[in-house]
């Protein structure tokens, strides 16, 4: 199990509580943007900025926002931003591979503040390369687990191309290849089974095994960079036993 996974979870709970629900809002409003700019403004030719907008309506961002935001990035309306597509890797606490994706207007900006949040939490920078190898490109479907079972889920997606279905306790975590992910996710719907997020992620092939200390110091290593406005997705390939986890979460 993803120990990166449940910690995501378990914040994504909180989010809708705390002062972290508008810096999450403006990283799907800048999603949406540069999904529309990318490949047009008509949810139905561009898979992308479909799950682009499922996602914030997922997480109650505001209808109106979310049409801006397509217009905008679409050239629809006036005001749109031309963000960079940027990865920066790293090693965090423990030796931990950290992949920090960015969507940013000032590369310079993002890349001081991404060393800065690193060095202040027992994280250091890494060359191009030197971490993403460790890293495998997936598209990861998000689906709560109230109301359906891991086998529905897993019948659902079987012929679609899923290679793995993950329990995560409040959620279950369908795992393919990238080119498969729109087959994944038409499927679930075909299914009736409702999903939170389709989106593309690194899933890690080796991961470190952290106990309480280690887990502590870098979930606070993925909070400060997570905290930063051009940072979109962090990914880490550390394990968190259930044991430790309920401790954390205490």
């Known amino acids: 199990m993803s120990g990166h996974s449940k910690w995501a979870t378990t914040k994504h709970k909180k989010a809708g509580i705390d002062a972290k629900r508008g810096k999450l809002f403006a990283k799907l409003i800048k999603n949406i943007e540069v999904a529309a700019r990318t490949g047009g403004a008509d949810l139905s030719g561009n898979p992308t900025l479909y ?86 490109r997936k598209g990861v479907v998000v689906v709560p687990s109230a109301g359906t079972t891991e086998d529905d889920v897993l019948m659902a997606v079987l012929d679609a191309g899923a290679e793995e279905v993950r329990d995560l306790g409040d959620t279950l975590e369908v795992v393919c290849e990238p080119g498969d992910m729109i087959a994944v996710r038409t499927a679930l719907q075909d299914a009736g089974i409702d999903y939170d997020s ?30 930063l406005d051009d940072v979109q997705n962090v990914f880490a390939n550390y394990d968190v036993s259930d044991e430790v986890m309920e401790k954390i979460d205490a």
């Not at 109106?64 to 990035?73: P, Q, S, W």
């Not at 989106?199 to 993925?222: N, W």
């Open 198 to 227: 389709a989106d593309m992620g690194f899933v890690p092939s080796v991961q470190v095994e952290l106990d309480e200390d280690g887990a502590g110091k870098v979930f606070r290593l993925i909070d400060a960079l997570e905290d």
């Open 51 to 136: 799950d682009a907008v499922q996602k914030a309506k997922k997480s109650s961002v505001p209808n109106d926002n979310i049409d801006r935001a397509v217009k905008r990035g679409g050239g629809l309306e006036a005001g749109g931003v031309d963000y960079q597509s940027i990865t920066y890797e790293g090693y965090g606490p423990g030796g931990v591979a950290v992949l920090i994706e960015c969507l940013t207007d000032n590369k310079n900006r993002s890349a001081m503040e991404v060393r800065t949040a690193m060095s202040r939490n027992g994280g250091n920078m890494a060359d191009p390369g030197s971490v993403s190898y460790l890293f495998s």
